[in-house]
C-alpha cells in the first residue's frame, strides 16, 4: 500500500429511489465510501459511529477493504440513515429524511494507533471549529498553515502534488 490514511466521518445505511429501482439499508455514509475509494490505493483506518443495528455483513464489508475498524464505535440505537429519491434527470435529488441518530452525538475518539497516519480525511465533519478539543489535539501533526500574498500562483487543476491546501479566503 502507498501511505495510511486516517477517515472520519459518517456511516450510514442509504434508502435510494430511482425512476429504474429502489434499495433500503444500502451502506453508505461519506465515509463508508471514501473507504471503498481509498481501498485501492491504501489501507484505511475509520473513525465513525454506528449503531447497534449495524449488520455483521456490512462490518465485514469494510474488513474486506482492509480498513482497519479499532476507531468505530458502536453505540446503543440506530445507525444514521439517509433516504433520497432520484428523478429522470439523475442530476435531479430530492432528500426524504435525514435520521442523525447515534452520529447525532457523535464525539470522534482516535485510537492511539490510528496517530501515525500519514493522510487525515474528514469526511462529512466540519473540519475544526465543531470538532471536539481532544480530536483536534489527536490527530497527526501533519497540518501546516502557509500564507500566501494577494495575486500568488497556486498549484492550478491538472498540476499533480502532495498537498491539500484550504483556502480559507480570496
Do not use: W
Request: aromatic share 12%; net charge negative; charged share 25%.
Amino acid at each position: 500500500f502507498i501511505v495510511s490514511i486516517l477517515v472520519v466521518g459518517s456511516i450510514a445505511y442509504d434508502n435510494v429511489e430511482t425512476p429504474y429501482e429502489s434499495r433500503e439499508r444500502v451502506p453508505g455514509g461519506s465515509a463508508t465510501y471514501f473507504c471503498h475509494a481509498a481501498s485501492f490505493l491504501s489501507s484505511t483506518k475509520l473513525v465513525g459511529v454506528v449503531g447497534e443495528d449495524f449488520e455483521q455483513d456490512h462490518i465485514d464489508m469494510l474488513k474486506n477493504l482492509d480498513v482497519d475498524l479499532e476507531g468505530m464505535q458502536i453505540k446503543e440505537g440506530k445507525t444514521f440513515a439517509y433516504g433520497c429519491r432520484y428523478e429522470d434527470d439523475m442530476n435531479v435529488r430530492t432528500t426524504l429524511f435525514t435520521d442523525l441518530n447515534v452520529f447525532e452525538t457523535f464525539s470522534p475518539e482516535l485510537p492511539e494507533s490510528y496517530k501515525d497516519a500519514e493522510i487525515v480525511f474528514l469526511a462529512n465533519i466540519h473540519p475544526f471549529d465543531l470538532l471536539p478539543e481532544k480530536t483536534l489535539s489527536d490527530l497527526p501533526e501533519k497540518l501546516q498553515t502557509r500564507y500566501f500574498p494577494k495575486g500568488s500562483e497556486i498549484p492550478d487543476t491538472g498540476t499533480l502534488f502532495d498537498h491539500l491546501y484550504l483556502i480559507r479566503t480570496g
